[in-house]
């Protein structure tokens, strides 16, 4: 982490300091050591991260925990003396949060299961016991399969696909040379069979919920896409006016598959006590934003940025506390370094990105450039990351000021220098993963509105 954290730092100070351009002052040696030294010898980014994802925990968008990570990024900000520490909002919808989950298997014989309420699904009123069936649901075609079948029941919508052998390593480090191999950019493609299974994705579940509580049933489960015990919880019915009828929840594969299979040859009852809450007070998100002044206010700006905001089943420590802290403890170093680059770098943590990179596509409709929303009403429904092929693209009057973008994300980290590429459609970075997360969407969406605001 500290030499991604020294790198990042170096790099935003090339930005500023532009040597690609004619006449411009050589790069300064004493000032990259003074750089890397504060990072790998006086550093702060392990406790950063510490708190983030110890104190704080996992960061759902408009929980109580994303407002309390939004409250004391600006702090720590404002004790670095960073300037023009605010927040800017855009809307959202409900917040949700996990006061606390059971599931457990009732009969043939009581077994404590592993499994996450799915994310904006609603609580079950206390403990909710009922019979299953295994009706797995794929598309629409197979709702008339079960109608009639389900009323009272708790619905297994999963295939029970079985496991799979690992033929691959799960993880190796590649050396530089390989990593190099990577550093391609990839051109934007439209391939209209893949977006309309990204669409189906989005849509289907709202369908499957309506089916279910149309038919009585009380709750549903769904198998977890990993083995090893491992549930996420991921949902994304967030919206006002869009949030599902009956609870669910997500099951470890083990888990599920155990229940299937007992289903084959006689009743199976589970128990669950989904205790979640909706935070309705605030139906903003809000992006974090603090710069770091350049000497010259005609020389536009260079942005560092990275999503604060989580899933809720784990501490939101790799995805992406770990680029929050980077992007924090780089805004440390400069500031304390009493540094004064040409440019002004601001420094951006995103809310809302694990829905649909919604804060920085707020920060590029209110500051860059904007994009028509679809004419499909589906479309415009599901928000910016759907509308990412409609033209035209109007750039706003500070699309010009900003000179580039560095991004720190779960996996990768990338950076692009000039202001076309923020008007791009670039869906993946050179290494692979997500690009920039404000890397050319120029999405189109109403004017963030006023928003609390803490300022030095």
């Not at 590649?174 to 669409?199: C, Q, S, V, W």
């Not at 919920?209 to 769904?222: C, H, I, K, T």
């Not at 809450?277 to 002044?293: I, M, S, T």
């Not at 942005?303 to 440390?332: F, K, P, Q, T, Y």
Request: proline fraction near 7%.
């Amino acid at each position: 982490m500290r030499s991604l954290l020294v790198r990042h730092c170096t790099f935003l100070w090339l930005l500023t300091v532009n040597p690609a351009v004619a006449g411009a002052p050589p790069v300064d040696g004493a000032t990259l050591n003074r750089i890397a030294d504060a990072g790998f010898n006086h550093g702060e980014v392990v406790e950063t991260a510490a708190y983030l994802a110890d104190q704080i925990g996992g960061r759902l968008t408009n929980s109580p925990a994303m407002r309390a990570a939004e409250r004391w990024t600006q702090s720590r900000f404002l004790a670095w003396g960073l300037k023009n520490v605010h927040t800017e909002g855009f809307d959202f919808g409900r917040g949700w949060w996990i006061e606390s989950s059971q599931v457990r298997l009732v009969a043939p014989r009581p077994l404590a299961l592993r499994a996450i309420p799915v994310a904006w699904t609603p609580a079950t009123a206390g403990p909710l016991t009922a019979s299953v069936v295994v009706a797995p649901l794929r598309t629409e075609r197979d709702f008339a399969n079960w109608k009639g079948k389900l009323a009272g029941k708790i619905v297994l919508v999963t295939w029970p696909e079985p496991p799979k052998d690992l033929t691959e390593v799960p993880f190796t480090r590649m050396a530089d040379g390989e990593t190099g191999k990577l550093n391609k950019y990839p051109l934007p493609h439209f391939d209209p069979e893949e977006r309309g299974k990204r669409i189906e994705s989005q849509t289907f579940p709202g369908k499957v919920d309506d089916f279910l509580a149309g038919e009585g049933a009380v709750a549903w489960a769904r198998m977890s896409r990993l083995d090893g015990h491992l549930v996420h919880g991921e949902g994304y019915a967030y919206q006002v006016g869009k949030t599902r009828r009956l609870p669910g929840v997500e099951l470890a594969a083990e888990d599920y598959r155990r229940i299937t299979r007992l289903a084959t040859v006689g009743e199976v009852r589970l128990e669950i006590d989904s205790r979640v809450h909706f935070e309705d007070g605030d139906q903003h998100a809000y992006n974090v934003l603090a710069d770091l002044p350049g000497r010259d206010p005609k020389a536009g700006y260079v942005m560092a940025g990275a999503h604060l905001d989580s899933w809720i089943a784990g501490d939101g420590a790799a995805d992406n506390g770990a680029g929050s802290a980077v992007i924090m403890e780089a805004a440390r170093i400069l500031a304390s370094l009493d540094l004064k680059p040409k440019r002004t770098i601001r420094f951006a943590l995103w809310a809302g990105e694990e829905q649909g990179l919604l804060g920085s596509a707020a920060y590029i409709a209110q500051h860059l450039a904007h994009r028509p929303v679809p004419e499909d009403p589906v479309l415009a429904a599901l928000g910016p990351y759907f509308a990412t092929d409609t033209f035209p693209v109007e750039p706003l009057p500070g699309f010009a000021e900003l000179a580039g973008y560095l991004s720190t994300t779960a996996r990768a980290s990338c950076a692009d220098s000039t202001p076309r590429a923020i008007s791009r459609s670039c869906r993946r970075c050179a290494s692979g993963w997500r690009h920039s997360t404000v890397s050319a969407r120029a999405w189109s969406s109403p004017t963030p509105p006023a928003a609390p605001t803490t300022s030095s």
